[in-house]
């Protein structure tokens, strides 16, 4: 039985603790603060799965730091993600360690050393970045790897959801100048907080050769007044090593939320939905007169299994490159560092990946 010790007993923790006991691992869910474990055990985890599972055991954050587990999952507030993966590596070796988006501030702080730190132990890091884990990513993998789209013109990828819907699942929260959301620098605003859009912008021209993000332009909306400093709108453009053009929004203000990832093609098209009718993500494909849609039918849930599914096959040794593995989320950190720097400047930005995960290779 595989074990994993949750860090951050929060939505998240939730998520990924019912996840993993849907696969019968043993779990261990911890925080810093007693009466997120409280709530964990008597709000989040009943009102979402029906009922507490007493199989979970609920522990102090600090007092728990040194137990083994074969996966650490790290499911804190993104400012606290590098040092508390580096008091769990002071500590142990996990076989696998996994930390939520975004993985840090857009000044990068503790990435590079992160990275060399893991790469260094060999063992499993990753960003859960789990959307490019879904049952709806490998059906577009898999119209992509046809080839009948023709050589690709283009991506563009759109993560728009108002964060009321956050507000909601965090009652104790008055809002976005209560917690990270609110301050971009701690990794919360539109760029960092709905980063899975160009996360999976990245996935997709990964996917078609595209290679990694070479350049951004941004534009960003940024609200300041009430003690906040977020971007509420994120508008970047995005050309990649090989040379190709696309585009990504992210915004904390659209609703109804639109979560899409299309992918256009010389002949045809790929359209990559979440939540595109209740209860389904969708595929739609097709040419300038032709569209098939499929409905995969998910639930929020599912998400997370897919997540612990995953990690079940990257300790079983089955995943040589995987879609979440930590240079991946450091590579969305970097498209996230030169969207502020882009916007800052008010010119494009080029990264220089020969720098590593540094400010310096934000050119
Ligand atoms: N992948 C996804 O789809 C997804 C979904 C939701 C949230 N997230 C990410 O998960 C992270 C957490 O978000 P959330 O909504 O669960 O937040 P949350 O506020 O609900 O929970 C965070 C918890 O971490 C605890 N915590 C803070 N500092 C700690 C520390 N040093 N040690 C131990 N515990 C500590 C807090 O007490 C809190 O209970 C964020 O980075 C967020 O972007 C990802």
């Given at each position: 039985m595989h074990t994993i010790r949750i860090i951050g007993a929060g939505s998240i923790g939730n998520h990924l603790a019912h996840a993993a006991r849907s696969h019968g691992w043993a779990v261990t869910l911890t925080d810093i603060d007693p009466a997120a474990l409280e709530r964990a055990r008597t709000d989040i985890y009943p009102s979402r799965y029906g009922a507490w599972d007493e199989a979970i055991v609920l522990k102090d954050s600090a007092a728990a730091m040194a137990d083994p587990a074969d996966v650490v999952f790290i499911g804190t507030p993104p400012d606290s993600h590098i040092a508390i993966a580096n008091a769990v590596l002071d500590r142990l070796t996990p076989k696998a360690l996994v930390i939520e988006k975004?993985?840090?501030?857009?000044?990068?702080?503790?990435c590079a050393a992160l990275h060399a730190r893991v790469t260094k132990a060999h063992i499993f890091a990753g960003v859960g970045y789990n959307h490019s884990l879904g049952q709806n990513t490998v059906a577009a993998e898999k119209t992509l790897k046809t080839?009948?789209?023709?050589p690709i013109a283009t991506i563009s990828a759109r993560t728009r959801e108002h964060w009321g819907g956050i507000f909601k699942a965090h009652?104790?929260?008055?809002?976005?100048?209560?917690?990270?959301?609110?301050f971009a620098s701690r990794g919360g605003g539109a760029a960092g907080e709905h980063s899975h859009g160009i996360n999976i912008w990245q996935h997709f021209a990964h996917v078609i050769g595209a290679?990694?993000?070479a350049e951004v332009s941004a534009m960003l909306d940024m609200v300041t007044d009430g003690g906040v400093a977020y971007d509420r709108l994120c508008y970047l453009t995005l050309a990649t090593e090989e040379g190709l053009v696309g585009d990504v929004i992210q915004d904390v203000?659209?609703?109804p939320t639109e979560k899409s990832c299309r992918i256009q093609g010389r002949d045809g098209f790929v359209d990559w939905r979440v939540n595109h009718r209740p209860g389904h993500d969708a595929v739609i494909s097709g040419t300038a007169d032709t569209a098939e849609e499929t409905l995969i039918a998910k639930t929020r849930a599912d998400d997370f299994k897919a997540e612990i599914a995953h990690l079940e096959d990257v300790l079983a040794g089955k995943?040589?490159?995987?879609?979440?593995?930590l240079a991946r989320g450091l590579d969305t950190m970097m498209v996230i560092a030169a969207a502020f720097k882009s916007h800052e400047l008010k010119r494009r930005v080029r990264i220089d990946w020969h720098e590593g995960y540094t400010p310096e290779a934000l050119i």
């Open positions: 975004p993985l840090a501030g857009p000044d990068l702080a503790g080839g009948a789209l023709g009652p104790w929260l008055s809002g976005p100048a209560d917690s990270y959301l609110g290679g990694r993000v203000v659209t609703a995943v040589a490159n995987s879609p979440i593995a």
